[in-house]
């Protein structure tokens, strides 16, 4: 996260880092650039998150992002936003897991439009274009949730 933050600060972006505090004062995270706002858990850090973002793109990563991931997508497939969620696919890296939300779909497990808000693109430009041209489109089944 440090290399992301830092290399998003040089380029001249604002960085927010949501950090739980005892991730902080555990030393799990390194250096922070930009604003750094300090949350009780990993719950408050995703709801800030959601609070403070037009969009979120994961990285390779594991079980940590893997839970983020899916947190912010149960959010979306209950109405609470329609956010695009980017997966950043370097090497293919999220290919099964794609290929998994695709297989769920397909048996009706998740509506359209909670697999649509993921994004996959192998490269940073790709992702960027794709975030920027993304169109929630409401799903008439799920939207009855609300």
Known sequence: MECVSTAAHVGGSQVLGIIPTALAE???VGKTVGEE???PTMQNRISKM???SDAFIALPGGIGTLEEIFQIASWAQLNIHHKPIGLLNG???FNK????LDQAGEENFIPHS???IFISASTAEEMVDKLESFVYKPDPVAAQID
Do not use: H, I, T
């Open 97 to 100: 897991l794609l290929s998994f």
């Open 26 to 28: 555990g030393n799990f």
């Open 91 to 93: 090497n293919g890296f």
């Open 114 to 116: 909670a697999r649509q």
């Open 50 to 52: 959601l609070d403070n």
């Open 37 to 39: 706002l300090r949350v």
